[in-house]
């Protein structure tokens, strides 16, 4: 990567100096252009003089051609670099043109109204647009019941990421069916896919503004009560109360929150959103172990009575999960329970293992 990066670096620099240097030095040089057409004018005007073959006035007459002349030329010199940076960032924008329009969905349901949770990938197959060539899944196929716990582990570039974002249709399908309470996601409006799921992610985000404008979100009609027991349950409470203004305290560079806090804070605007079901990227990696032990208390009550989908990074997080999906290179090798996957002594046990060698 550092190779990679260095290359990159040098060809940039490359055509920064040049863009720089052509950009400096086309003014300048235009400049002795024009004057050196005035000293040929004024040489050969004078030898024509001399000789009588012209008059005083002809040599004037030339002088204002070339500054006629040399002029144009200066403004158009100017304005090749300006070209230059249009055409650079015309091609960003004729690139968002060609993009392939996403299909009218006017058409589509909204989904099921009394949604259960009930989630089913059917023989599941898809590779990224721009790279088609690559399965990323190649025949996924899982069945999990209304508010099953379901984690998903495996390598790097097993597909964990993928899978969830299929789940969500931030992708089409190259074949198979996602069906929510058997009904499939590409009959429904991306946007009715999307008002299903809470989404807990890694990086934790909080904008500029009030604890209650950063918990709320876009849900209208919360009261503060279901603001102080949300951040109850999560163990943020206390937090909020210690701030200068609690739930009207901006939130800004002069209030300082920690990872935890951060991650807490997200936990509860998921569970004010209320969605049915839930998709948690590991939320335990970049903290401390006694603020992980106070997140996963909060994650396990917001995954209660909602079907959960858990991307593991940490197994021991997921000791308590319903089901297990053990990813490799885009299939699911095992799956089970966490006390059945170590039975079997295979991949997952491998991965439990070794992670607890390292940790000792």
């Not at 100017?78 to 015309?90: K, N």
């Amino acid at each position: 990567m550092k190779e990679k990066f260095a290359e990159m670096n040098d060809g940039l620099y490359d055509a920064d100096w040049r863009s720089q240097f052509l950009s400096g030095i086309m003014q300048p040089l235009m400049n002795v252009v024009g004057n050196l057409g005035y000293v040929v004018v004024c040489v050969l005007g004078a030898i024509l003089a001399l000789a009588g073959q012209i008059s005083f006035g002809v040599i004037v007459a030339f002088i204002l051609y070339v500054r006629l002349f040399t002029s144009p030329l200066s403004t158009l010199a100017q304005g090749m670099t300006q070209m230059q940076t249009a055409a650079a960032a015309g091609d960003h924008i004729f690139d968002f043109l060609h993009e392939e329009e996403l299909e009218d969905e006017s058409g589509k349901q909204s989904g099921p109204r009394q949604v259960r949770g009930e989630v089913e990938f059917d023989h599941v197959r898809f590779s990224y647009p721009n790279n088609p060539d690559k399965i990323i899944i190649k025949d996924f196929s899982a069945h999990i019941r209304p508010g099953q716990k379901v984690a998903i582990v495996g390598p790097t570039g097993a597909g964990k990421t993928t899978l969830v974002n299929l789940l969500m249709r931030f992708f089409e399908l190259n074949s198979g069916e996602i069906r929510i309470d058997g009904v499939p996601t590409s009959q429904m409006t991306r946007e009715s896919v999307h008002d299903l799921f809470s989404m807990v992610l890694q990086d934790t985000w909080l904008f500029e503004g009030t604890v209650r404008e950063n918990l709320v979100y876009n849900k209208t009609g919360v009261t503060d009560q279901q603001l102080e027991e949300a951040c109850r349950s999560c163990g943020i409470y206390h937090f909020i109360e210690t701030l200068p203004k609690g739930f009207d305290t901006v939130l800004d560079d002069s209030i300082s929150i920690s990872a935890g806090q951060k991650q807490l804070l997200t936990i509860a605007r998921a569970m004010i959103q209320g969605n049915p079901m839930l998709i948690l990227d590991e939320a335990t990696s970049s903290v401390d172990t006694r603020t992980e032990l106070i997140t996963q208390r909060a994650m396990d009550q917001l995954t209660e009575r909602r079907t959960s989908f858990v991307i593991a990074h940490r197994l021991s997080t997921i000791k308590n999960a319903d089901l297990i999906l053990v990813l490799k290179d885009g299939d699911v090798i095992e799956q089970g329970t966490h006390e059945q996957l170590l039975s079997q002594g295979g991949f997952y046990a491998d991965l439990y293992n070794s992670q607890f060698e390292r940790a000792s």
